[in-house]
Nanobody, 131 residues
Framework: QVQLVESGGESVQPGGSLRLSCVAS????????IGWFRQAPGKEREGIAC????????VYADSVKGRFSISRDNAKNTMYLQMNSLKPEDSAAYFC????????????????????????WGQGTQVTVSS
């Protein structure tokens, strides 16, 4: 059974840091595109950090560049999102995602961390940034 389970979300003050984790089971992450997305109340889910499984390139949303970092540990079958210098506008439910086929089929040199590119999703973990 394919499963992604996030953890690490909590309430934090502005300027603080958090590291989200996402453990995969039922498949091996190391051949998959991976991504982190977030969704605030009343807003669409947006991609914030993704890694291609074609060339290993990473893309970040402009809103998180220089503050967030995506990584994976293949030995632990886990992906991470390190979040620094958190702002109130970072408050959202955060979701991890993985996909094997989309970029391998359609990649043409650039990827854009879009929801429709990913097949497998975690259930989400809540991050709240507030003083």
């Amino acid at each position: 059974q394919v499963q992604l389970v996030e953890s690490g979300g909590e309430s934090v003050q502005p300027g603080g840091s958090l590291r989200l984790s996402c453990v995969a089971s039922g498949f091996s992450l190391d051949n998959y595109a991976i991504g982190w997305f977030r969704q605030a109340p009343g807003k669409e889910r947006e991609g914030i950090a993704c890694v291609s499984n074609v060339d290993g390139s990473t893309v970040y949303a402009d809103s998180v560049k220089g503050r967030f970092s995506i990584s994976r540990d293949n030995a632990k079958n886990t992906m991470y999102l390190q979040m620094n210098s958190l702002k109130p506008e970072d408050s959202a439910a955060y979701f991890c995602a993985a996909d094997y086929s989309y970029l391998r089929t359609y990649y043409s040199g650039a990827h854009y961390c879009r929801v429709y590119e990913y097949e497998y999703w975690g259930q989400g973990t809540q991050v709240t940034v507030s003083s």
